[in-house]
């Protein structure tokens, strides 16, 4: 079995603990028209590598994962390539390595990979399906019953919230996000709200599609407004 590879790099705490290796895989099930990673939407690009030869890299990396680092898969969406990820995860674990995957929670599989990953990061781009539905294709209600079960099942969750104006950034936003978020809430549990940024615009460009975001920027002071509403509803904020 092979995976699909856009790039990988290490990175220091970004994406899990630690130092770690982190591969980009290829191909996304949602369309965001904020995504900073335009090219590894289609399912066809990238560079395959064998999950064994993959596995082997990471035990070769082994001696860079220091401060509790590990392997994290991201993407993309690394969930599109279900079985590979399976097995390469299954064979970190075989070597002990720790292991994290960012995912936009979609799949309705996710849950067979709880056991295999260490950290678990889960993107909750919008409360509402329909709302997510018109702008990414896809609507939330797996995404949510795979964040209760996350939430319900793991220590180690991190929930990211892209904070988009027009989209999911208003007060009246945050109040709704809260109202879905309390009640499953633990200590386990740290949400992280990410501004909108335009740092994957000139790619849009590049690979020849139309970057139709606009006056998206939360500014200062709204985003001040957001978070207070999260503390007040005892969300624990963290910037990574
Ligand atoms: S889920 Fe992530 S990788 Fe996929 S299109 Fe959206 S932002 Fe891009």
């Avoid at 590598?49 to 035990?59: G, I, K, M, P």
């Avoid at 606009?214 to 709204?222: I, N, P, R």
Wanted: hydrophobic content about 35%; overall charge negative.
């Amino acid at each position: 079995m092979n995976l699909r590879v856009l790039q990988r790099g290490f990175n220091y705490s970004q994406d899990g603990p630690g130092n770690r290796l982190v591969y980009h895989l290829q191909g996304c099930n949602l369309h965001c028209p904020w995504c900073s990673n335009p090219e590894s939407m289609a399912l066809d690009g990238g560079k395959e590598t064998s999950c064994e030869a993959l596995v082997r890299q990471c035990v070769a990396a082994e001696p860079m994962f220091f401060d509790g680092g590990g392997v994290t898969f991201t993407g993309g969406e690394p969930t599109v390539q279900f079985e590979a990820l399976k097995a390469v995860l299954a064979g970190l674990k075989e070597n002990n390595i720790h292991t994290a995957i960012e995912t936009n929670g979609t799949n309705p599989r996710l849950p067979e990979l709880f056991e295999l990953v260490d950290f678990l990061i889960m993107d909750f781009k919008h409360y509402d399906s329909d709302k997510l539905k018109s702008f990414t294709g896809v609507g939330n209600n797996i995404l949510k019953k795979n964040i209760i079960s996350a939430a319900e099942k793991r220590t180690q969750l991190l929930l990211r919230i892209p904070l988009i104006k027009g989209f999911n950034a208003s007060t009246v936003d945050a109040e709704r996000f809260c109202e879905f978020l309390k009640p499953i809430w633990h200590s386990g549990i740290k949400l992280e709200l990410l501004r909108y940024h335009e740092y994957g615009k000139d790619k849009w460009l590049y690979t020849g599609m139309e970057y139709k975001m606009q006056d998206a920027f939360v500014s200062d002071e709204l985003f001040e407004e957001i978070c207070t509403i999260f503390k007040s509803n005892s969300i624990t904020l963290i910037k990574t």
